[in-house]
């Protein structure tokens, strides 16, 4: 604080010093601010910003008068050294002006102004000349720079490389634009100065640069320009033609000093003359004659083959039309105009014509004109190639003549075939009747003999006359294709059930999978679709010795209301060269032609399957190795029906059976459900046996409660071979047929069950129709004589029934003869028997491999007949993985595991809520759990009780549990007195009222 201003605070508000000051300021702004109702507020901070202010007036006035005494305290020295100082500025000052009065009067003369008379003038004129003049420069400076800009656009504008360089190597360039990048490669800047980083000069063909020399020196003798062509390499290597012109700069003396000149990159120009040089000598030497007209189609070249051929000289073409030099001199507008109108348009002509030569003459010529164009599109002339057809035209003609006659006679051909078809099919049916006929009767061993020889050889006759006859109504166009509703599963099954005895002769597996998208019912020819399989399903078991045959069919497109499908063939057999492949749809081709071919056949069926197809908007082809087996695929459009074909069963309730008594031994009882109910439920009566023991223990009965025995091979305690070896030991059973059941469908399995002493073999999963045809084929040998069970493949209805992912409902419907109870009941036991089945496997593998083989091989048999295809493969993998190399079974066990899972997880979600809900309703009765855990004990001990404690547990439990599950245990107690059955039938119940 400016003690001036201290001592006027202390005097009057008795403030002693800066600090006391500050204290009463700050009590006056917190006694303000404390009382809100004080008329003043502001005086606080105001009273202090007062005081800041005297402060600093006080401070300022002291300054003020410090610089005042100061300046008085000035002597007279330092006013002599100022007044000096001012003298030598002053004089200074005046040279300067003397200086600058004589720039501007040279200023003025340069500019062509009158000069000003400096001895007139003072300061303020001459700082107005100066200002005048420096406008003038700059306008002058500008215009300078405009030229610079114009010359600059001028020089960027030409096509070309603009230099001026020195006339002696290293040939440094004082100037050279920017073009030079582009021809060159290398920057301009490279080449600038005396001494470049890099001279022009190496940049030029050595061969060349004797050229670019002599030039230079004629200029620099008296020729003042100059121009040459020569080459150079760029940058990256590549060969540029380039034409420098330029001329010889001197100076006043007429010494030289520069080359001033521009390089151009002429390279496409060469390569263009090179090119027109080649077409030129092409078209001079061409054999054909050649015509060039402008845009008016008039002559304005012919290539000498044109004179030669035709007999006119360019004298008399040029100028011309060429419709009117070719047509006997008679002029065509019309016909010239179209051809100029279509090639004015840019298209091609083309056209087979018959010319008049100079002689008269006449000869036939095919005719190409074509625009030619300029690198801009633009059309500019037309080339006509005449190409001499005279040969062809005459071979075309007899050719023409021969196909004609060939036509009709194959015509008359067909026709005789196609319209013979019905009076040669008429004996050869007779013929094949007959004979079946007369093998019915009794013959000796010599006239079946020849019977059975003469129906196999009618048979194939008529089979070699059905492909001649659809051979001829193909090629005679006359062979028809229906539109029907049909069923796909329907012709698969037709197809599985004509080759299924043949590939087991053969000891082949023949697997049939239809895809899960496939249409139930679809609109096209069921009949020609099951002949395009049928043949190569033949040919696949044919060709084939051993190993599997595989049909699949799948959909691999739809539009609208079409699908598209792809049907693969697939076999094992001996496979086909590129060569065989070539021709094998040919007709009357085949793999080997020779005479001593191993294989017969005509040589259409695939000929006829390929027009099949090709019918119904498909296409057929092979994939094959030799020795590896073959492919064929061929698709189809077909459309979908939109009315599902639904037919009743008429033979599910037939009992062609009933009499027939069978012993069926099985450990599995989801195998034993299902060839149960299809034998009961055809008639048949059937006992049930968990393994060898059991079924010797049936057998030790008299009378023998059996006909025959369906015997499973795989089974804990004794299998089926030991047990089949025991039966046989015993007289009493030398005649008694047993059939094996097994997931088996190997050879060498079924040899060995003969051998041991079985009869007959049937695989699983079961079929109904094989099933029955076998009870019957055997229970004549027994004296009991059945009626055919007619097995009709025919669609089930599939609503109300659970649908799993990746397994054919329909399938399995076939194979349970439409019994929806049984397709559930399956699928519920399934996961009741193998809830735990990985848990159990891993068990097996470390404690157990025997039980873990025969668990395996049951889950074959389940996988298969409940249609898991992907478990099924899982299963056999790792079976073989078993008899193979059992201690390295990891990867296979585990694979097997997680599929199993995954089908107990699909299964036990689907059956969790809504279908175990419908089934299994749990009883609360405590005297229905009394009563099952006694029935269990009377079955156990084969106790005749158990009937009275059947018949109240039905009273308890019929509203709870569904009736056929209580009706079959009924039946097996009280009618069959088949104790093991029964005890399954309860444990389903159980099972059915979530009891443990």
Same mark, same amino acid.
């Given at each position: 604080?400016?003690?001036?201003?201290?001592?006027?605070?202390?005097?009057?508000?008795?403030?002693?010093?800066?600090?006391?000051?500050?204290?009463?300021?700050?009590?006056?702004?917190?006694?303000?601010?404390?009382?809100?109702?004080?008329?003043?507020?502001?005086?606080?901070?105001?009273?202090?910003?007062?005081?800041?202010?005297?402060?600093?007036?006080?401070?300022?006035?002291?300054?003020?008068?410090?610089?005042?005494?100061?300046?008085?305290?000035?002597?007279?020295?330092?006013?002599?050294?100022?007044?000096?100082?001012?003298?030598?500025?002053?004089?200074?000052?005046?040279?300067?002006?003397?200086?600058?009065?004589?720039?501007?009067?040279?200023?003025?003369?340069?500019?062509?102004?009158?000069?000003?008379?400096?001895?007139?003038?003072?300061?303020? *004129?001459?700082?107005? =000349?100066? %200002?005048? $003049?420096? @406008?003038?420069?700059? +306008?002058?400076?500008? #215009?300078? &720079?405009?030229?610079?800009?114009?010359?600059?656009?001028?020089?960027?504008?030409?096509?070309?490389?603009?230099?001026?360089?020195?006339?002696?190597?290293?040939?440094?360039?004082?100037?050279?634009?920017?073009?030079?990048?582009?021809?060159?490669?290398?920057?301009?800047?490279?080449?600038?100065?005396?001494?470049?980083?890099?001279?022009?000069?190496?940049?030029?063909?050595?061969?060349?640069?004797?050229?670019?020399?002599?030039?230079?020196?004629?200029?620099?003798?008296?020729?003042?320009?100059?121009?040459?062509?020569?080459?150079?390499?760029?940058?990256?290597?590549?060969?540029?033609?380039?034409?420098?012109?330029?001329?010889?700069?001197?100076?006043?003396?007429? *010494?030289?000093?520069? =080359?001033? %000149?521009? $390089?151009? @990159?002429?390279?496409? +120009?060469?390569?263009? #003359?090179? &090119?027109?040089?080649?077409?030129?000598?092409?078209?001079?030497?061409?054999?054909?004659?050649?015509?060039?007209?402008?845009?008016?189609?008039?002559?304005?070249?012919?290539?000498?083959?044109?004179?030669?051929?035709?007999?006119?000289?360019?004298?008399?073409?040029?100028?011309?039309?060429?419709?009117?030099?070719?047509?006997?001199?008679?002029?065509?507008?019309?016909?010239?105009?179209?051809?100029?109108?279509?090639?004015?348009?840019?298209?091609?002509?083309?056209?087979?014509?018959?010319?008049?030569?100079?002689?008269?003459?006449?000869?036939?010529?095919?005719?190409?004109?074509?625009?030619?164009?300029?690198?801009?599109?633009?059309?500019?002339?037309?080339?006509?190639?005449?190409?001499?057809?005279?040969?062809?035209?005459?071979?075309?003609?007899?050719?023409?003549?021969?196909?004609?006659?060939?036509?009709?006679?194959?015509?008359?051909?067909?026709?005789?075939?196609?319209?013979?078809?019905?009076?040669?099919?008429?004996?050869?049916?007779?013929?094949?009747?007959?004979?079946?006929?007369?093998?019915?009767?009794?013959?000796?061993?010599?006239?079946?003999?020849?019977?059975?020889?003469?129906?196999?050889?009618?048979?194939?006759?008529?089979?070699?006359?059905?492909?001649?006859?659809?051979?001829?109504?193909?090629?005679?166009?006359?062979?028809?294709?229906?539109?029907?509703?049909?069923?796909?599963?329907?012709?698969?099954?037709?197809?599985?059930?004509?080759?299924?005895?043949?590939?087991?002769?053969?000891?082949?597996?023949?697997?049939?999978?239809?895809?899960?998208?496939?249409?139930?019912?679809?609109?096209?020819?069921?009949?020609?679709?099951?002949?395009?399989?049928?043949?190569?399903?033949?040919?696949?078991?044919?060709?084939?010795?051993?190993?599997?045959?595989?049909?699949?069919?799948?959909?691999?497109?739809?539009?609208?209301?079409?699908?598209?499908?792809?049907?693969?063939?697939?076999?094992?057999?001996?496979?086909?060269?590129?060569?065989?492949?070539?021709?094998?749809?040919?007709?009357?081709?085949?793999?080997?032609?020779?005479?001593?071919?191993?294989?017969?056949?005509?040589?259409?069926?695939?000929?006829?399957?390929?027009?099949?197809?090709?019918?119904?908007?498909?296409?057929?082809?092979?994939?094959?190795?030799?020795?590896?087996?073959?492919?064929?695929?061929?698709?189809?459009?077909?459309?979908?029906?939109?009315?599902?074909?639904?037919?009743?069963?008429?033979?599910?309730?037939?009992?062609?059976?009933?009499?027939?008594?069978?012993?069926?031994?099985?450990?599995?009882?989801?195998?034993?459900?299902?060839?149960?109910?299809?034998?009961?439920?055809?008639?048949?009566?059937?006992?049930?046996?968990?393994?060898?023991?059991?079924?010797?223990?049936?057998?030790?009965?008299?009378?023998?409660?059996?006909?025959?025995?369906?015997?499973?091979?795989?089974?804990?305690?004794?299998?089926?071979?030991?047990?089949?070896?025991?039966?046989?030991?015993?007289?009493?059973?030398?005649?008694?047929?047993?059939?094996?059941?097994?997931?088996?469908?190997?050879?060498?399995?079924?040899?060995?069950?003969?051998?041991?002493?079985?009869?007959?073999?049937?695989?699983?999963?079961?079929?109904?129709?094989?099933?029955?045809?076998?009870?019957?084929?055997?229970?004549?040998?027994?004296?009991?004589?059945?009626?055919?069970?007619?097995?009709?493949?025919?669609?089930?209805?599939?609503?109300?029934?659970?649908?799993?992912?990746?397994?054919?409902?329909?399938?399995?419907?076939?194979?349970?003869?439409?019994?929806?109870?049984?397709?559930?009941?399956?699928?519920?036991?399934?996961?009741?028997?193998?809830?735990?089945?990985?848990?159990?496997?891993?068990?097996?593998?470390?404690?157990?491999?025997?039980?873990?083989?025969?668990?395996?091989?049951?889950?074959?048999?389940?996988?298969?007949?409940?249609?898991?295809?992907?478990?099924?493969?899982?299963?056999?993998?790792?079976?073989?993985?078993?008899?193979?190399?059992?201690?390295?079974?990891?990867?296979?066990?585990?694979?097997?595991?997680?599929?199993?899972?995954?089908?107990?997880?699909?299964?036990?979600?689907?059956?969790?809520?809504?279908?175990?809900?419908?089934?299994?309703?749990?009883?609360?009765?405590?005297?229905?759990?009394?009563?099952?855990?006694?029935?269990?004990?009377?079955?156990?001990?084969?106790?005749?009780?158990?009937?009275?404690?059947?018949?109240?547990?039905?009273?308890?439990?019929?509203?709870?549990?569904?009736?056929?599950?209580?009706?079959?245990?009924?039946?097996?107690?009280?009618?069959?007195?088949?104790?093991?059955?029964?005890?399954?039938?309860?444990?389903?119940?159980?099972?059915?009222?979530?009891?443990?």
């Amino acid at each position: 604080m400016n003690r001036m201003l201290a001592r006027q605070l202390k005097r009057h508000l008795a403030w002693a010093d800066e600090a006391m000051s500050e204290a009463q300021l700050c009590a006056i702004e917190e006694y303000i601010a404390a009382h809100p109702e004080f008329p003043c507020l502001g005086l606080g901070a105001n009273f202090r910003r007062l005081l800041t202010v005297i402060d600093e007036a006080y401070q300022q006035s002291e300054r003020d008068l410090a610089l005042s005494s100061r300046s008085l305290q000035i002597s007279s020295d330092e006013l002599t050294r100022s007044n000096d100082t001012l003298r030598l500025e002053s004089e200074t000052r005046q040279r300067a002006i003397d200086a600058l009065w004589q720039t501007a009067c040279q200023l003025q003369m340069s500019l062509g102004l009158p000069v000003v008379n400096n001895a007139t003038a003072d300061l303020e *004129q001459l700082s107005i =000349l100066m %200002g005048q $003049l420096v @406008d003038a420069r700059q +306008q002058a400076e500008l #215009a300078l &720079q405009a030229q610079a800009a114009q010359f600059q656009t001028l020089v960027n504008n030409i096509p070309g490389v603009v230099f001026r360089r020195e006339i002696a190597k290293p040939w440094g360039m004082q100037y050279i634009d920017k073009e030079i990048e582009v021809l060159s490669g290398y920057t301009p800047n490279l080449f600038l100065t005396s001494s470049p980083q890099l001279s022009y000069h190496t940049l030029i063909m050595v061969d060349d640069m004797v050229l670019l020399d002599r030039a230079i020196a004629t200029a620099v003798a008296g020729g003042e320009r100059y121009s040459v062509e020569y080459r150079i390499h760029d940058a990256q290597g590549v060969l540029h033609w380039v034409y420098e012109r330029g001329q010889v700069l001197r100076d006043t003396q007429g *010494q030289v000093q520069y =080359l001033d %000149g521009i $390089l151009f @990159d002429i390279t496409e +120009q060469k390569q263009a #003359a090179q &090119q027109v040089r080649q077409l030129s000598a092409a078209i001079e030497a061409s054999p054909n004659p050649v015509l060039i007209t402008n845009l008016q189609g008039l002559i304005e070249y012919a290539n000498p083959k044109f004179e030669q051929t035709f007999g006119f000289t360019s004298a008399e073409m040029l100028g011309r039309s060429p419709v009117d030099v070719l047509g006997g001199g008679v002029p065509n507008p019309v016909a010239h105009n179209k051809i100029l109108q279509q090639v004015l348009q840019g298209q091609e002509w083309h056209k087979d014509l018959r010319n008049i030569c100079k002689d008269g003459s006449l000869i036939w010529m095919s005719v190409s004109i074509s625009p030619i164009r300029e690198q801009s599109g633009e059309i500019t002339h037309f080339v006509a190639v005449y190409d001499n057809i005279e040969l062809r035209k005459a071979v075309e003609t007899e050719l023409i003549n021969a196909k004609e006659a060939a036509d009709q006679a194959n015509r008359l051909k067909s026709d005789f075939l196609a319209n013979m078809s019905h009076e040669i099919r008429t004996p050869m049916n007779a013929i094949i009747g007959m004979t079946h006929l007369t093998l019915q009767t009794e013959l000796n061993n010599k006239q079946r003999d020849y019977l059975s020889k003469i129906s196999l050889a009618a048979e194939s006759l008529l089979h070699i006359l059905n492909d001649i006859l659809d051979f001829s109504k193909i090629e005679a166009d006359r062979l028809g294709m229906e539109t029907i509703p049909f069923r796909f599963d329907q012709v698969l099954n037709q197809v599985r059930s004509l080759h299924e005895i043949k590939a087991e002769e053969k000891k082949l597996e023949l697997e049939i999978i239809l895809a899960q998208d496939c249409p139930s019912t679809l609109l096209g020819d069921p009949l020609r679709i099951g002949q395009i399989l049928n043949n190569l399903v033949s040919n696949a078991i044919k060709f084939t010795k051993e190993g599997k045959i595989k049909v699949s069919v799948e959909v691999v497109a739809q539009l609208e209301n079409k699908v598209r499908l792809h049907i693969a063939v697939q076999d094992s057999g001996i496979g086909l060269t590129p060569i065989q492949m070539s021709s094998l749809f040919k007709p009357f081709s085949q793999a080997d032609s020779s005479t001593t071919r191993k294989f017969g056949g005509t040589g259409l069926g695939l000929s006829i399957c390929k027009s099949l197809v090709e019918m119904m908007e498909g296409e057929l082809w092979v994939e094959s190795q030799v020795n590896l087996g073959s492919t064929f695929h061929f698709t189809a459009w077909l459309a979908c029906a939109s009315v599902d074909i639904e037919v009743d069963n008429p033979t599910q309730n037939r009992k062609n059976l009933n009499g027939v008594r069978i012993l069926l031994v099985e450990d599995n009882p989801l195998n034993q459900q299902v060839a149960q109910e299809l034998l009961t439920g055809a008639g048949a009566s059937v006992l049930l046996a968990q393994h060898g023991g059991e079924a010797l223990g049936w057998l030790s009965i008299d009378p023998l409660p059996c006909d025959f025995i369906f015997m499973d091979l795989q089974m804990p305690v004794l299998d089926g071979h030991q047990t089949t070896q025991l039966i046989r030991s015993d007289p009493r059973f030398v005649d008694l047929p047993i059939i094996a059941m097994t997931a088996h469908a190997m050879s060498d399995e079924r040899q060995r069950c003969l051998e041991n002493g079985m009869n007959d073999y049937i695989t699983k999963p079961i079929r109904p129709d094989v099933l029955f045809a076998t009870v019957i084929k055997w229970a004549a040998t027994q004296n009991i004589i059945l009626d055919d069970i007619e097995v009709i493949q025919q669609h089930f209805n599939e609503d109300h029934l659970i649908q799993f992912p990746g397994i054919n409902t329909q399938e399995l419907l076939q194979r349970f003869m439409g019994d929806k109870k049984l397709y559930t009941q399956l699928f519920k036991q399934f996961l009741h028997e193998y809830k735990n089945g990985s848990e159990t496997l891993t068990h097996l593998l470390k404690k157990d491999l025997r039980g873990a083989t025969l668990f395996v091989h049951s889950m074959k048999g389940v996988a298969g007949t409940l249609g898991m295809h992907s478990l099924l493969e899982a299963t056999i993998a790792l079976e073989n993985n078993l008899k193979q190399d059992p201690k390295a079974t990891t990867k296979n066990a585990t694979a097997f595991c997680l599929e199993l899972d995954r089908m107990i997880e699909m299964v036990s979600t689907a059956y969790s809520e809504s279908a175990v809900s419908n089934l299994a309703v749990v009883s609360n009765s405590a005297e229905a759990e009394l009563l099952i855990e006694q029935l269990f004990e009377l079955l156990d001990a084969c106790d005749g009780e158990s009937v009275e404690i059947y018949y109240k547990l039905r009273d308890d439990l019929e509203h709870v549990v569904d009736v056929s599950l209580l009706d079959r245990l009924g039946c097996a107690i009280a009618n069959d007195f088949d104790f093991s059955a029964a005890t399954r039938w309860l444990k389903e119940i159980q099972l059915a009222r979530g009891l443990s």
